[in-house]
């Protein structure tokens, strides 16, 4: 598939994927949606790649769905098409970890799409909001249930209910965003975290991923309990061996 609705990039072992809509801040349409889709299925059957980082522009992570490719929509239409399901949800079937690297505006869908990132590095200039309400519609891509994980459910009502934006001060007081880095850093930042992830043994990357996603799906015992049998599995691996043996001998371990 040859992309033109987003760009690919890889930094050593890291898979980089630009949003690149331009002249509609990056409104997420379907072509977009299915190129990432491609995109990110490749980088994480790809050996090579052991993390991947989705950015957009300066100005715009993604400001939301391409309204105007879906103002005509009928009930019908989006429920023949499973619109969103069909293709908005690929990221959340990587097994690698995706860091969101926001910059700009990252509304509606754009929001709904670097919360469904592992996790988020913000520019000082980040604006996250959920302005569906303005448009009458309500949020379809997990905004009214990631947003109330991540920042509270007294936030969460705030922005989806009055469309106010949160920058990205506020975003990382709220726990929505990891760290606030000035726009001019961002990308080097992100690259930065996604070059030490992938320094790491893959298949504990995953594993991890993986223990700190079951928080959000179950309960606490049960969750511990994955934990456990996880945990006693690594001692399976190579890995453990070699990175528990190079800290003893006082070098750098070597995950094959
Ligand atoms: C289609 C969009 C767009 C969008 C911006 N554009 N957002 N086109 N869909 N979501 C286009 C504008 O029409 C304009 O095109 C160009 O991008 C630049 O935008 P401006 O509005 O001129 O820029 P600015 O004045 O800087 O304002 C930036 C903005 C504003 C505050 C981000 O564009 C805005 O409010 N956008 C809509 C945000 C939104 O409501 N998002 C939620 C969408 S619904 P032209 O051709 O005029 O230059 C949604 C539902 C999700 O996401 C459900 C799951 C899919």
């Known amino acids: 598939m040859s992309y033109e609705a987003i760009q690919v990039e890889t930094h050593g072992k890291v898979g980089l994927i630009r949003l690149h809509r331009p002249a509609a801040l990056n409104a997420l349409n379907d072509q977009l949606m299915d190129e990432l889709g491609d995109a990110l299925q490749k980088f994480d059957a790809d050996e090579g790649i052991g993390c991947i980082v989705l950015?957009?522009?300066e100005k715009a992570f993604a400001a939301g769905a391409d309204i105007a490719a879906i103002v005509d929509h009928t009930y019908i239409d989006a429920y023949k098409s499973n619109f969103i399901t069909r293709n908005w949800e690929h990221i959340r079937r990587v097994r690698k970890p995706v860091i969101?690297?926001?910059a700009g505006f990252a509304l509606g869908g754009g929001c709904e799409l670097a919360m469904m990132c592992d996790f988020i590095i913000a520019a000082d200039n980040a604006k996250f909001g959920q302005?569906?309400?303005k448009l009458g519609v309500v949020p379809g891509a997990g905004g009214t249930q990631r947003l109330p994980r991540a920042?509270?459910?007294a936030k969460a009502m705030d922005m989806?209910?009055?469309?106010?934006?949160?920058?990205?001060?506020?975003?990382?007081r709220a726990g929505?965003?990891?760290r606030v880095v000035p726009l001019d850093k961002l990308m080097t930042e992100a690259l930065d975290a996604a070059t030490v992830i992938a320094s790491m043994s893959l298949p504990t990357v995953m594993m991890i991923k993986d223990a700190v996603d079951r928080a959000y799906e179950t309960?606490?015992?049960?969750?511990?309990?994955?934990?456990?049998r996880v945990f006693h599995s690594v001692f399976g691996t190579e890995h453990q061996k070699e990175g528990m043996k190079a800290f003893l001998e006082?070098?750098?371990?070597?995950?094959k």
């Open 151 to 153: 920042v509270s459910k």
């Open 250 to 255: 006082k070098r750098k371990p070597v995950f």
């Open 100 to 102: 969101g690297a926001v």
């Open 219 to 228: 309960t606490l015992s049960e969750g511990v309990l994955y934990e456990r």
């Open 160 to 172: 989806c209910l009055t469309a106010r934006m949160m920058d990205a001060e506020e975003a990382e």
């Open 55 to 57: 950015t957009g522009s």
């Open 131 to 133: 302005p569906e309400v």
């Open 176 to 178: 929505l965003v990891s």
